[in-house]
């Protein structure tokens, strides 16, 4: 919200929001004293064509597979040097989602976290080459 790519509530000067908000499930994973340490959102297919699926990216999904996407994802700078709390985010995102019955995860991300998740045995392909989303 601070650099414009998110509309921010009436009278909310702390919250990003945006149409997906309502179609998704945000968890927080804490750190040992009790602390956030990190958040992820899931957007749920559902209403809305999830942000892959419009432009520019405009991503054709199977329409009989079932698919969800990850996004905002944002770890403390303090947790930053470990892998923990991403680790633990994306490994309880994922069994959610396989419990769930979701066949299909998307999410945008940069090129090192990109490296870290794949090194980390999560299971992202790469559908494009590398791009600027929300450059300056």
């Known amino acids: 919200a601070a650099k414009g790519w998110l509309e921010r509530e009436p009278g909310d000067d702390k919250q990003e929001c945006d149409a997906w908000d309502k179609q998704s499930t945000v968890w927080v994973a804490y750190d040992l004293v009790g602390e956030p340490g990190g958040s992820i959102r899931v957007i749920h297919g ?27 994802f944002a770890v403390r700078r303090e947790h930053r040097g470990s892998e923990l709390i991403l680790a633990g985010l994306c490994r309880m995102a994922f069994q959610v989602l396989h419990d769930g019955g979701v066949d299909d995860v998307y ?13 980390l045995g999560f299971p992202f392909v790469a559908l494009a080459d590398p791009a600027t989303h929300f450059g300056d």
Not at 49 to 72: H, N, Q, Y
């Open 107 to 119: 999410a945008l991300v940069e090129r090192p976290l990109f490296a870290l998740l794949t090194h």
């Open 46 to 72: 559902g209403l809305l064509p999830l942000p892959i699926e419009e432009k520019p990216f405009t991503l054709a999904l199977d329409p009989g597979r079932v698919a969800a996407e990850l996004s905002r």
